[in-house]
């Protein structure tokens, strides 16, 4: 069974970090590119990074240019994001999804369940 798995999410205050994860299950996380999106209450959603397959070049949204870093571990098929430097408006639920490239469009893959990001003091 194909599956995505994020973790990691929580409550942090402004200025914090969070490192989430996406893993994979039923398949090599590492033929596809893999993006991470985010939708907060109201708001449409947003592809925030992506890493790509080929030779993990990488993309990033200006809103998180800076503060966020994607990565992959093949070995362990999992990606990861790791935030710094968090602000309120980083609050949002986070996916991460396949792609076929970067930067992210949201269109068709396989999606996992989301994970809670919550910045706030």
């Known amino acids: 069974q194909v599956q995505l798995v994020e973790s990691g999410g929580g409550l942090v205050q402004p200025g914090g970090s969070l490192r989430l994860s996406c893993a994979a299950s039923?398949?090599?996380?590492?033929?596809?590119?893999i993006g991470w999106f985010r939708q907060a209450p109201g708001k449409e959603r947003e592809g925030v990074s992506c890493?790509?397959?080929?030779?993990?070049?990488?993309y990033y949204a200006d809103s998180v240019k800076g503060r966020f870093t994607i990565s992959r571990d093949n070995a362990k098929n999992t990606v990861y994001l790791q935030m710094n430097s968090l602000k309120p408006e980083d609050t949002a639920v986070y996916y991460c999804?396949?792609?076929?490239?970067?930067?992210?469009?949201?269109?068709?893959?396989?999606w996992g369940q989301g994970t809670q990001v919550t910045v706030s003091s």
């Open positions: 039923g398949f090599t996380l590492d033929y596809y590119a």
């Open positions: 890493i790509s397959s080929s030779d993990g070049s990488t």
């Open positions: 999804a396949t792609q076929w490239g970067c930067p992210p469009t949201g269109a068709g893959g396989a």
